[in-house]
């Protein structure tokens, strides 16, 4: 079994003859954090539709596991355990974080619209619900509305929301955007925990967090990736550097 559970091949993707993508070589290994950075317009967003099949490339392949799912649709990515959080997840800020949770346990058994069932029936959900709150830190909040819930706090339990789909791969595109410096200690430290078990790719804008959380990281600028590695090594790359770190966008 490969020690690589995503790769890409020469992906591509135009859009009125401008490549978003441009032959971009990706391979995530098996249980890391891997981080995609780059100025606005990199391509990094592009790159995380075209992985999850809300776009389709141009050229190139995808794999996971080694299997190609090119020709894949998104709801087969999920199903394959390649999941993007946010995606499937905004929460309903009029439920509780338990019952948001349940909704996605629900979801995952294929009965997530099924709300005439018995409580009986639905409570079956608690237990792990409770497990998947607990395991990102807000079982004490269990019973809140989440729109009570303080902004960090409302990301974790999206991202409880998405573990209840029990992904493999976990893609999460700027899980700290517009977070206060608790919040992100809080959140960082949440995704340092998901790796191992998953495989966690991100893109992020905060280098002090990526420095800290990612095994490795790619750097796109125009479409291409133009460096990768640890941290220590991209971040003294010349072009990075000027494409990148100096960036007003950084």
Request: glycine share 8%; net charge positive; hydrophobic share 45%.
């Amino acid at each position: 079994m490969t020690d690589f559970i995503l790769q890409t091949t020469g992906l591509k993707r135009s859009f009125a003859g401008i490549r978003a993508v441009d032959g971009v070589d990706l391979a995530v290994r098996r249980g890391s954090i891997h981080a995609v950075i780059g100025p606005n317009g990199a391509g990094k967003t592009t790159l995380f539709n075209l992985l999850t099949k809300f776009l389709e490339p141009t050229e190139g392949r995808i794999l996971l596991r080694g299997e190609d799912i090119t020709a894949a649709g998104p709801a087969q990515i999920a199903s394959l355990g390649m999941v993007r959080s946010f995606q499937i997840s905004s929460v309903f800020t009029r439920l509780t974080a338990l019952q948001n949770v349940r909704v996605a346990l629900m979801r995952r058994g294929g009965h997530s619209f099924h709300f005439w069932r018995s409580h009986r029936d639905l409570d079956r959900h608690n237990q792990r619900a409770m497990e998947l709150l607990a395991a990102v830190g807000l079982e004490r909040w269990a019973h809140e509305r989440a729109a009570r819930l303080p902004y960090g706090r409302k990301r974790a339990l999206e991202i409880a929301t998405t573990l209840a789909l029990e992904p493999d791969v976990l893609l999460l595109d700027e899980p700290l955007a517009g977070m206060g410096q608790e919040d992100v200690e809080q959140v960082a430290a949440l995704i340092k925990s998901l790796a191992g078990p998953r495989t966690v790719l991100l893109v992020e804008h905060n280098l002090k967090v990526i420095a800290q959380l990612a095994d490795v990281i790619t750097v796109m600028a125009r479409g291409r990736v133009i460096a990768e590695g640890p941290y220590a090594t991209v971040s003294q790359n010349p072009e990075v550097r000027s494409a990148y770190l100096g960036s007003s966008h950084a």
